[in-house]
């Protein structure tokens, strides 16, 4: 019989797996690294932010965590074709695809904590998950959040969407936390906040993409009520005067949630600091340029620009160095 989730695998396989080793770990590896670089993100993962011990290992929880979104999205636009009329329904051959590509990348996941896994994202997580001793909890949570996407893709209350981002966006903090050696319950407490934040910007930046390519709408159902806005409007493109003091609210709440979640930065060892600074700055400049453009999220997505990021990285590293901080904000 298993061990519990939470049990880290160092401990519950101790001499009971044969990991893979040499040049397939180092393909595999590789494979992470490749996977992470390619896909967009509104900053890359890794890069000289990251301590190069870390590197592969941080890749390797990327390109993990990028598989399970993947596969939860596979088939994408079909999903949309009757979102209307059936209240965002994906089609049940979509679905049913997706939920047995998941059910296939669990199994991966097991062998990684008690066998030899056959993908090279999975051979890569079993070596990670050894060395760092990470307990299968957060992967198992990732992967329920992408089951949970295959359901209507509408959420009643902001309580609903809070309890969705304890799946598909608190795990990834606690998995970066434990790459650097972090498993209290404080820190991620903290780390909720902002990796919460953090899902939240992304939900609010991505309105239109998650409706046209996705079916989904992660704005609460009971807000979208009490500011007047309906489903069609975001169908149309239509940001009105309630759509846009409705984004105004929902960037409010993220906001506030990032400033809970700053005292994370100083709690950390200073390989750690930098990356958590600069995505924390990232996703309130990304909320920034949703105000800039009074919170219409529709007719275009709002993003930072290549040079805008750039900026900001190096902001966040000279105010580091001179002692300045992170340029964070305040509660």
Same mark, same amino acid.
Request: aromatic share 10%; proline share 6%.
């Given at each position: ?8 695998? @160092?401990? $519950? ?14 393909? *595999?590896?590789?494979?992470? $690294? ?46 949309? @074709? *009757? ?44 070596? @990670? ?17 992408? #089951? ?17 981002? @304890? ?31 953090? &899902? ?15 079916? #989904?709408?992660?704005?609460? &159902?009971?807000?979208? *009520? ?18 846009? $003091? ?30 958590? *600074? ?29 040079? &805008? ?23």
């Amino acid at each position: 019989m298993p061990p519990p989730v939470d049990t880290p695998l @160092t401990e $519950a396989y101790a001499g009971a797996v044969k990991p893979v080793t040499g040049a397939e770990l180092n393909d *595999a590896y590789a494979f992470c $690294a490749d996977l992470a670089r390619s896909h967009y993100e509104n900053f890359n993962v890794g890069g000289w932010i990251t301590p190069r011990e870390k590197l592969p290992h941080v890749y390797a929880v990327y390109a993990w965590c990028r598989m399970v979104d993947d596969l939860g999205d596979e088939g994408g636009p079909q999903a949309h @074709t *009757a979102s209307l009329a059936t209240g965002g329904r994906i089609d049940a051959a979509v679905s049913e695809h997706r939920l047995a590509r998941l059910d296939w990348w669990t199994a991966e996941l097991d062998l990684a904590y008690s066998g030899r896994p056959t993908h090279p994202i999975a051979i890569a997580i079993q070596d @990670t998950v050894r060395k760092f001793e990470i307990p299968k909890e957060p992967f198992l949570r990732l992967i329920q959040a992408n #089951r949970i996407d295959q359901g209507t893709g509408r959420f009643a209350s902001i309580d609903d969407v809070l309890d969705y981002c @304890t799946y598909s966006a608190n795990p990834v903090g606690h998995l970066f936390l434990y790459l650097f050696g972090y498993s209290d319950p404080e820190r991620q407490r903290m780390a909720d906040c902002t990796c919460t934040a953090l &899902q939240l910007t992304n939900f609010w930046q991505d309105v239109s993409r998650d409706y046209h390519d996705r079916g #989904r709408i992660y704005l609460p &159902q009971d807000d979208m *009520a009490r500011f007047g806005v309906s489903e069609s409007d975001i169908a149309h493109g239509f940001a009105s005067d309630g759509f846009r $003091a409705l984004l105004a609210y929902e960037c409010d709440y993220a906001m506030q949630l990032f400033r809970e979640g700053v005292p994370l930065v100083s709690s950390l060892d200073r390989g750690a600091k930098l990356p958590v *600074a600069l995505f924390t700055r990232g996703g309130v400049s990304i909320l920034d340029a949703i105000r800039k453009r009074n919170y219409d999220v529709l007719s275009e997505r709002p993003a930072l620009s290549k040079g &805008q990021k750039a900026r900001l990285l190096l902001s966040t590293w000279f105010a580091s160095k001179l002692g300045l901080g992170y340029g964070l904000p305040t509660a």
